[in-house]
């Protein structure tokens, strides 16, 4: 059974950084694309940063030059470190990937169970 599991939420004051991490657990042969989305209350869910296998980056124009992705392809694992933080940056953060599960040919697509991020004075 894979699993991604997300860690590192809370509460920040504005200007502020939080780091994410999210792991991949189970029978895992190859993680393709790795990203993370996040959901504001009363918004539609949107995609914050991804990270392709061999490190090629993109990022939502609101978070450029303030969140950086990163991955560890022998831990399976995923990153993202978020710096000065703003209250526009409230909101469930999810992990997802691309991946193709041990003893299949088939590419599936995966999501975490989401973390709260809360910027706030």
């Known amino acids: 059974q894979v699993q991604l599991v997300e860690s590192g939420g809370g509460l920040v004051q504005p200007g502020g950084s939080l780091r994410l991490s999210c792991a991949a657990s189970?029978?895992?042969?190859?993680?393709?694309?790795m990203r993370w989305y996040r959901q504001a209350p009363g918004k539609q869910r949107e995609l914050v940063a991804r990270i392709t296998r061999v490190g090629i980056t993109n990022y939502a124009d609101s978070v450029k030059d303030r969140f950086i992705i990163s991955r560890d392809n022998a831990k399976n694992t995923v990153a993202l470190q978020m710096n000065s933080l703003k209250p526009e940056d409230t909101a469930v953060y999810y992990c997802n990937a691309d991946l193709v599960p041990s003893g299949t040919n088939s590419l599936r697509e995966y999501w975490g169970q989401g973390t709260q991020v809360t910027v706030s004075s």
């Open positions: 189970g029978s895992i042969f190859r993680i393709n694309d």
